[in-house]
C-alpha cells in the first residue's frame, strides 16, 4: 500500500479516489469473512486490503468511488456466517492499492 497521488488543477487538487478504514467486531474471524469481504470488493472494483486483527476484529482498508464505498459497506452486512456486532467506518488518508487482498 502507497499514498495515492492527487491530480492538481493550479492550486486545486482533485482526489481520484477515497480510502476509509472500517473496523468490524463480532463473530468475524474463523468464518470466511475475510474473503467473503474480498468477494465484494472485487465485484465492486474496491482496492484495499483486510486482515483480522489480534483483539478479534477485522480491519479493512478499501479505496475506490465514494459511492461504492458506501454500497461496500452495506453489502458487508451480507456475509453469510459472520456476527456483526459493530462497524465503525472512518476517512483515511488516500492510499494505492494494485488490487483487493486479503492478509494473514
Known amino acids: 500500500m502507497?499514498?495515492?497521488?492527487?491530480?492538481?488543477?493550479?492550486?486545486?487538487?482533485?482526489?481520484?479516489?477515497?480510502?476509509?478504514?472500517?473496523?468490524?467486531?463480532?463473530r468475524v474471524q474463523k468464518v470466511g469473512f475475510r474473503n467473503c469481504i474480498r468477494r465484494i470488493a472485487v465485484k465492486l472494483s474496491v482496492r484495499g486490503e483486510v486482515m483480522n486483527l489480534p483483539d478479534g476484529t477485522v480491519r479493512v482498508y478499501a479505496?475506490?468511488?465514494?459511492?461504492?464505498?458506501d454500497k461496500f459497506v452495506s453489502m458487508i452486512y451480507g456475509c453469510p456466517r459472520a456476527v456483526i456486532r459493530d462497524l465503525q467506518t472512518r476517512d483515511h488518508e488516500p492510499l494505492f492499492f494494485e488490487d483487493f487482498s486479503v492478509k494473514r
Open 63 to 69: 479505496s475506490g468511488d465514494r459511492m461504492l464505498l
Open 2 to 26: 502507497r499514498r495515492h497521488p492527487s491530480r492538481g488543477v493550479g492550486n486545486i487538487s482533485v482526489l481520484l479516489v477515497k480510502t476509509i478504514e472500517i473496523r468490524i467486531s463480532g
